[in-house]
T-cell receptor, first 112, second 113 residues
Framework: EPEVTQTPSHQVTQMGQEVILRCVPI?????FYWYRQILGQKVEFLVS????????KSEIFDDQFSVERPDGSNFTLKIRSTKLEDSAMYFC??????????FGPGTRLLVL | AQSVTQLGSHVSVSEGALVLLRCNYS??????LFWYVQYPNQGLQLLLK??????LVKGINGFEAEFKKSETSFHLTKPSAHMSDAAEYFC???????????FGKGTKLSVKP
């Protein structure tokens, strides 16, 4: 069964460093999403992406964040200058146009 | 604005007992409603979804949920809990087919032998 994959599974970085989180959505999907879950809190929407552009973003998704689909398979989330409060589990999801979003296993980011 | 409220951050049941996890939502339009399950150190797996068809929705692993518009609820049930059901369960709402999901805070289900 096709699935969303994410790399790395864990990343530790120093405050102020740039990180890139990678996702490979399900191959025929067209809609892509990033969510995050701070430890002990609810899953929060960050951004959605369709047709090579951002379709919606939350107030969390400020200028420090960017997304890109650099080729036909990857979907990346970049955090330019990480802060302590960026420590969270980041989930990628994709959808083929119907209602269901399929989630990857997540990348646990720890900012020191 | 959409929101989801899950009553009870932690629910504990005995194996074989009924599971009832509560979810109430607010939405300005007919919503799409979802239940996801998260096992420890794993991602979110779709259990079931409501998309304006039948109000009683059956999902995987014996779970089902009923959409009640008058109560703005979408509670998740399972007649008989199994040890493998221990996980965290998230209710989510969306106002469009490809729209972002708004999640509740989650309910951690424990199953006692």
């Amino acid at each position: 069964e096709p699935e969303v994959t994410q790399t790395p599974s864990h990343q530790v970085t120093q405050m102020g460093q740039e990180v890139i989180l990678r996702c490979v959505p399900i191959s025929n999907h067209l809609y892509f999403y990033w969510y995050r879950q701070i430890l002990g809190q609810k899953v929060e929407f960050l951004v959605s992406f369709y047709n090579n552009e951002i379709s919606e973003k939350s107030e969390i998704f400020d200028d420090q964040f960017s997304v890109e689909r650099p080729d036909g398979s990857n979907f990346t989330l970049k955090i330019r200058s990480t802060k302590l409060e960026d420590s969270a589990m980041y989930f990628c999801a994709s959808s083929g146009g119907e209602e269901t979003q399929y989630f990857g296993p997540g990348t646990r980011l720890l900012v020191l | 604005a959409q929101s989801v409220t899950q009553l009870g951050s932690h629910v504990s049941v005995s194996e074989g007992a009924l599971v009832l996890l509560r979810c109430n939502y607010s939405s300005s339009v007919p919503p799409y409603l979802f239940w996801y399950v998260q096992y420890p150190n794993q991602g979110l797996q779709l259990l079931l979804k409501y998309t304006s068809a039948a109000t009683l929705v059956k999902g995987i692993n014996g779970f089902e949920a009923e959409f009640k518009k008058s109560e703005t609820s979408f509670h998740l049930t399972k007649p008989s809990a199994h040890m493998s059901d221990a996980a965290e369960y998230f209710c989510a709402v969306s106002e469009s087919r490809q729209g972002n999901l708004i999640f509740g805070k989650g309910t951690k289900l424990s199953v006692k032998p």
